[in-house]
C-alpha cells in the first residue's frame, strides 16, 4: 500500500472544491431552478423579527415583564435588585442595587448561548447569513473554509456547556408555568389563558431542550454496548425521536417564547385582562 503526499501547492488546489482542475468546468453559479433562496430568506426575516423584538423587550420591557401571577420569560429568574416584586417567584435578587441595566441581560445570556451554538441553528444562520454554503448544490462565495476550528466559531464547542444551563432555566419556568395556577392575589386553583401559554411554552422549551443533540450524545452516545444498559437505550430512543424533530422544535420554542413574553407585556399594559376559566 502507498501513500500519497501531496505538496502544499496540489494541496491548495484541491482546497478550492467545485472550482478544483478536477471538477466539471461549468459557469453557473448552479444549476438549480426552483426557489432555493426562499428558505435563507425566511430563516434569515425569522430570526431578525425574533432578535428585533426580544432586544426591545430586554432593555425596554421591566415594568411590564410581570402581569400577577404570570411573568415573562425573558426576566425569570429575577436575579436583579430592580425587578418587580413576584409573589412566590424565583426572585433572588442576586445583583444588588448598583445593578442599573435590564435583569433581563443576566437571564437571556444562558437561553441566547444555547440556542446561538445550537447545531441547527448554527445551519440556519450560516446559510442565511454567511452564506456557507447558501444552499445543496450551490457553491459558496467564499475562497476558503477553515470550519469551526479558529476563533471566533471555534467557541461554537461550547454548547454542550451551554446545554447544562439550559436545564435549571427550563426548570424556573416550569416553575412559573406552575405558579400560573393562582390569581391576582396568589390564592391557588385557578387557571386562565395565560395558564395555557405558559404551560404550551415550557412543553415546547423541554422539547428543543431534551432534543438537543448535545443530550443525545449524553443519554447513550458513549455507550458500546446498548444490550448493558437498556434503560439508557431506551431513553436513547426516545431522545432520538425528539432530536429528528429538533429543527420543528427549535422554532415551535422560539416562536413561543416571544409570544409568552408579547401575552405577559400586553397584560401588564392594560391592553385587556387574563381570560379566567376558573
Known amino acids: 500500500m502507498t501513500t500519497e503526499t501531496r505538496p502544499p501547492e496540489a494541496a491548495e488546489t484541491a482546497a478550492r472544491g467545485v472550482h478544483s482542475p478536477g471538477r466539471a468546468a461549468i459557469a453557473q453559479r448552479h444549476l438549480r431552478l426552483d426557489r432555493w433562496w426562499l428558505p435563507q430568506v425566511m430563516t434569515a426575516a425569522g430570526l431578525l423579527l425574533f432578535i428585533g423584538y426580544s432586544t426591545w423587550r430586554a432593555f425596554f420591557g421591566l415594568h411590564t415583564s410581570y402581569a400577577a401571577p404570570y411573568v415573562s420569560p425573558f426576566y425569570s429568574p429575577c436575579l436583579a435588585a430592580n425587578c418587580p416584586t413576584m409573589k412566590g417567584g424565583a426572585d433572588w435578587a442576586l445583583f444588588g442595587s448598583w445593578w442599573q441595566l435590564s435583569p433581563a441581560l443576566i437571564v437571556l445570556i444562558f437561553p441566547l448561548g444555547f440556542r446561538l451554538t445550537c447545531y441547527y441553528y448554527r445551519k440556519a ?153 376558573f
Open 125 to 277: 444562520y450560516y446559510r442565511s447569513f454567511w452564506s456557507s454554503p447558501p444552499a445543496c448544490a450551490v457553491a459558496e462565495p467564499h475562497a476558503k473554509y477553515t470550519g469551526e476550528t479558529r476563533l471566533p466559531l471555534i467557541l461554537q464547542n461550547v454548547h454542550r456547556y451551554f446545554f447544562y444551563f439550559a436545564i435549571p432555566v427550563a426548570g424556573i419556568l416550569t416553575w412559573d408555568a406552575i405558579l400560573g395556577f393562582r390569581d391576582a392575589q396568589g390564592r391557588w386553583g385557578h387557571m386562565g389563558l395565560g395558564t395555557l401559554v405558559l404551560l404550551v411554552n415550557i412543553v415546547l422549551i423541554w422539547g428543543y431542550t431534551a432534543s438537543c443533540h448535545s443530550c443525545r450524545h449524553i443519554v447513550g452516545g458513549r455507550l458500546r454496548h446498548f444490550s448493558k444498559h437498556p434503560v439508557r437505550y431506551r431513553m436513547w430512543t426516545w431522545v432520538s425521536k425528539l432530536n429528528a424533530r429538533h429543527m420543528q422544535l427549535a422554532w415551535a420554542s422560539l416562536f413561543s417564547v416571544g409570544l409568552t413574553d408579547l401575552y405577559v407585556y400586553l397584560l401588564a399594559s392594560g391592553a385587556f385582562s387574563d381570560p379566567r376559566f
